[in-house]
C-alpha cells in the first residue's frame, strides 16, 4: 500500500469503529482518516484525523469534495436501540447503502463493511434479512475490492446495556472452544480484532467480493 493514503470512516462512535478509527490514525499508511459520524468522538485527537458531522440522509452534500482511497463501514444498530423495524433498517441498510454510493463518487477503490454471520436477503429472520439486502445493494456498486465481514457476538464494551449480549460475552471463553465445524465461524470476536481485520484487509491486493468470518478476520490481525 503506498504511503499517503486517505481512509474514509463512517460507525466511529460504535465500538468496532472506535477501534477502527484509532488503528487508522497511528498506521503510517494513512496520511488522513475522515469520520462521517452524527455526534463529535470522545477522547480522540489527531493531526491525522478530520471529523465532519454529517446526515446521513444528504450525504451527496458532504462528500463531493473528499477523496480517499479506502472506506471503512461500521454503522449500525439494534431494533431496540432503532425503536422499529423500519427505524432499524433505515440505520442498517439506507445509511450504508448511501454511504456507499457516496463513497464510490468520492473516488473509493476498496469498500470495507461490518455485516453479520446469517446474513441473507432471502432469510425469513428480519435481522439476517435487512443484512443481506445491504450487503447485496453495497456489491451492486461495483467496488474494485469490497471486503464484507461476518463476525458473530461481538465482544467489548459497550456504552448502552444490552443484557443478552452481556450473558454472551461472560459465557463466550467457555462457548467458543466448544464450537467447531460449521459452528466455528459464530464464535464471539473481540470489536478490536474486527478493526484489525478491516485494517489488515486494506492493505491487501485482493479484487472483487470477498467474505470473512471468525477465521479470515483474526488471519487478517495475524491473531
Known amino acids: ?56 440522509d444528504a450525504l451527496d452534500d458532504v ?40 463513497a464510490k463518487a468520492a473516488g473509493v477503490r476498496r469498500f470495507l463493511l461490518v455485516s453479520a454471520m446469517g446474513a441473507d436477503p432471502a432469510s425469513s429472520i428480519f435481522y439476517s434479512r435487512v443484512k443481506g439486502e445491504t450487503e447485496r445493494d453495497v456489491a451492486a456498486l461495483g467496488f474494485e475490492t469490497l471486503h464484507i465481514f461476518r463476525p458473530g457476538l461481538i465482544l467489548g464494551d459497550r456504552s448502552e446495556r444490552r443484557p443478552l449480549e452481556a450473558i454472551g460475552m461472560s459465557l463466550a471463553p467457555f462457548l467458543n472452544p466448544l464450537m467447531l465445524g460449521p459452528a466455528r465461524p459464530y464464535r464471539s470476536i473481540p470489536a478490536e480484532t474486527i478493526a484489525g481485520g478491516m485494517r489488515g484487509a486494506a492493505h491487501g491486493q485482493e479484487k472483487g467480493v470477498l467474505i470473512h468470518a471468525y477465521d479470515a478476520i483474526r488471519q487478517y490481525t495475524g491473531r
Open 1 to 56: 500500500m503506498t504511503e499517503g493514503r486517505s481512509a474514509l470512516v463512517a460507525g466511529a462512535t460504535g465500538l468496532v469503529g472506535g477501534h477502527l478509527v484509532r488503528q487508522l490514525i497511528e498506521d503510517p499508511a494513512y496520511a488522513k482518516t475522515i469520520v462521517l459520524t452524527r455526534r463529535p468522538l470522545d477522547g480522540v485527537t489527531s493531526p491525522k484525523l478530520q471529523t465532519i458531522i454529517a446526515d446521513f
Open 63 to 102: 462528500l463531493p469534495d473528499i477523496v480517499a482511497e479506502d472506506a471503512f463501514c461500521a454503522l449500525g444498530t439494534t431494533i431496540k436501540k432503532a425503536g422499529s423495524q423500519p427505524a432499524f433498517a433505515r440505520v442498517d441498510h439506507d445509511y450504508i447503502v448511501s454511504f456507499a454510493r457516496a
